[in-house]
């Protein structure tokens, strides 16, 4: 099983050190997602990391209802905490870097929901007639890509392998999107956008990627969408049954 790896971020008490990311990103991270305090999600129903992002609108629970992940930044270091795109102790960290620096951390965020706008209507267009959805989404993910200066290496991991890495300089909260970005970016380049789908339930809107052979997954999730659709269903034919 791949999973995710995290942030490096030094501790705040040392001299500033690049922030380590990680890129093992064409992972959904389903298989891996960790209980508490991560629980105040929603399930990870896109099958790839950019897909989850965009599901993040409305993946934060409040009681019965459902709340932007990215409301505020703890919730979205919390949420890409839950996605394993962050550990704790490295999400932790990052919590207190943006009490120190709120105005950047608050630029962040706001980076964060605008790329998020933009994939999602890259994610709704598919591979429909109009292109311009995927362009601005292109053009939004190089805009990020280029701010976030950095190089590339491939390190030794602990358990004997290797890991490809992207070392930030300069702005902590910059890599954060990275890992979103290159699921972002695989999709495009493994041509993988006519399998994204919006859930059938018109009251839900979240998209995910149909990794069914038959290509026919209609619902982000069987317990909640699809049951609900079944129910309906059911009723339907109950009503529509000669009383006798
Ligand atoms: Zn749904």
């Avoid at 992207?166 to 902590?172: L, N």
Wanted: glycine share 6%; with cysteine; charged share 25%.
């Amino acid at each position: 099983m791949r999973r995710l790896n995290p942030i490096d971020l030094a501790p705040l008490d040392s001299p500033p050190q690049p922030v380590r990311l990680h890129m093992t990103t064409a992972v959904h991270p389903t298989d891996t997602l960790v209980p508490a305090p991560h629980d105040q999600f929603t399930h990870f129903v896109g099958e790839r990391l950019w897909l989850d992002f965009v599901n993040s609108d409305r993946a934060l629970r409040h009681g019965t209802r459902l709340g932007d992940a990215l409301d505020a930044f703890d919730t979205y270091v919390n949420w890409l905490g839950a996605a394993r795109v962050l550990d704790l102790e490295r999400a932790d960290a990052m919590l207190r870097r943006a009490q120190q620096q709120p105005t950047a951390a608050s630029a962040a965020l706001h980076e964060a929901r605008r790329l998020r706008n933009v994939l999602r209507a890259m994610a709704e267009a598919g591979t429909g007639p109009d292109r311009r959805p995927e362009e601005l989404a292109i053009s939004e993910i190089n805009r990020i890509l280029g701010r976030s200066a950095g190089s590339r290496r491939v390190e030794p991991r602990s358990d004997g392998g290797f890991v490809r890495s992207f070392v930030t300089v300069g702005d902590v909260f910059a890599g954060l999107l990275v890992p979103v970005i290159e699921s972002a970016a695989d999709a495009l380049v493994q041509g993988e956008l006519s399998r994204v789908r919006r859930c059938a339930n018109a009251r839900c809107g979240r998209v995910f990627y149909d990794a069914s052979r038959n290509g026919k997954r209609r619902w982000c999730e069987m317990s909640t969408c699809g049951n609900r659709a079944k129910a309906a269903r059911h009723r339907q034919k109950v009503k529509a049954a000669p009383k006798r």
